[in-house]
């Protein structure tokens, strides 16, 4: 079983940064596939980027050059640095670890408002 603790989100401005990380409970090296996610209120859960164990990356077509998925293997930790951030980019954000079996974070709210 993976545990996973999504931290970082708070309340920031249009144009603001946030970083967000998600500490897992065991090393990323044995997790193939982390992606984030965000979900909107009263919309479906999105996908946002995804991190591999062979450090590819790909992200939503909404996201792309403003957010950075990375990985530190020693701290068994993602990140999310979201850069130029939009109202549209309000949600709560989960991080996801895929093993096999899927397992999800309890989330962290980002809002993005003057």
């Known amino acids: 079983q993976v545990r996973l603790v999504e931290s970082g989100g708070g309340l920031v401005q249009p144009g603001g940064s946030l970083r967000l990380s998600c500490a897992a409970s065991?090393?990323?090296?044995?997790?193939?596939?982390m992606r984030w996610f965000r979900q909107a209120p009263g919309k479906e859960r999105e996908f946002v980027a995804v991190?591999?164990?062979?450090?590819?990356?790909n992200y939503a077509d909404s996201v792309k050059g403003r957010f950075t998925i990375s990985r530190d293997n020693a701290k068994n930790t993602i990140y999310l640095q979201m850069n130029s951030l939009k109202p549209e980019d309000t949600a709560v954000y989960f991080c996801?670890?895929?093993?096999?079996?899927?397992?999800w974070g309890q989330g962290t709210q980002v809002t993005v408002s003057s």
């Open positions: 991190t591999t164990s062979g450090e590819y990356t």
């Open positions: 065991i090393s990323i090296f044995s997790i193939p596939v």
């Open positions: 996801n670890a895929n093993i096999g079996e899927i397992y």
